[in-house]
């Protein structure tokens, strides 16, 4: 069964100080991973899908590493309007539909 | 912009009344998918359709809950008799072709809330 654990459950960061989240895998035949952010009473937006070890991609102030057991999102110098939770999901072992990690909740204070 | 829409976006039910739920796929997308996200909890996946046919409803409880993609108009989620277990946001995705690997958006989602 495939399985996804984010790390930390909430982080509140000062505005400009750069930080990371983590998400650990575990999944038979990863087919891809994907990160999300979720406003309150909002759907999951998406951000970004990482396929193989050693992919990374960068998006404004974000940037998505992945290697064979876990994913990194990175933070560059925050800003409020980051504050949300963001999601991490993989997609493999044959199933079709995607496991999400519970989030974690990002809080950037001004 | 036209993304996955979904409405209603809150829906309150008594117990034992039913729910529906529309979704209509973004624009190309053949394939929808219906998750649901307890409070405190990540979100489930529920089902998967394509135009006609269920492809895979292992998320799915056995009773109560059906969903449906017909030929023409939206997807519908059903659900009959609520429960107060029931009350949830209920997310419809869709891709342009399967999963595997190949990214699904979001819409904004349906609250249910049973009294």
């Known amino acids: 069964e495939d399985q996804v654990t984010q790390s930390p459950e909430a982080l509140r960061l000062q505005e400009g100080e750069s930080s990371s989240l983590n998400c650990s895998y575990t999944?038979?035949?990863?087919?891809?991973l994907f990160w999300y952010r979720q406003d309150p009473g909002k759907g999951p937006e998406f951000l970004f899908t990482?396929?193989?070890a050693g992919e990374e991609k960068e998006k404004e102030r974000l940037k998505a590493t992945l290697t064979k057991k876990e994913s990194f999102l990175h933070i560059t110098a925050p800003k409020p309007e980051d504050s949300a939770t963001y999601l991490c999901?993989?997609?493999?072992?044959?199933?079709?539909?995607?496991?999400f990690g519970k989030g974690t909740h990002l809080i950037i204070q001004p | 912009n036209a993304g996955v829409m979904q409405n209603p976006r809150h829906l309150v039910r008594r117990r034992g009344q039913e729910a529906r739920l529309r979704c209509s796929p973004m624009?190309?997308?053949?394939?929808v998918y219906w998750y649901r996200q307890l409070p405190e909890e990540g979100l489930k996946f529920m089902v998967y359709?394509?135009?006609?046919?269920?492809?895979?409803e292992s998320g799915m409880p056995k009773e109560r809950f059906s969903a449906e993609f017909p030929k023409e108009g939206p997807s519908i989620l059903r659900i009959q008799q609520v429960v107060r277990g029931d009350s949830a946001a209920y997310f419809c995705?869709?891709?342009?072709?399967?999963?595997?690997?190949?990214?699904?958006?979001f819409g904004e989602g349906s609250w249910l809330t049973v009294v």
């Open positions: 995705a869709s891709s342009h072709s399967g999963v595997g690997g190949n990214t699904i958006y």
């Open positions: 999944v038979s035949g990863l087919r891809g």
């Open positions: 990482l396929y193989s």
């Open positions: 999901a993989v997609s493999g072992g044959g199933a079709d539909g995607l496991t």
């Open positions: 624009k190309g997308h053949s394939h």
């Open positions: 359709l394509q135009k006609e046919n269920i492809i895979d």
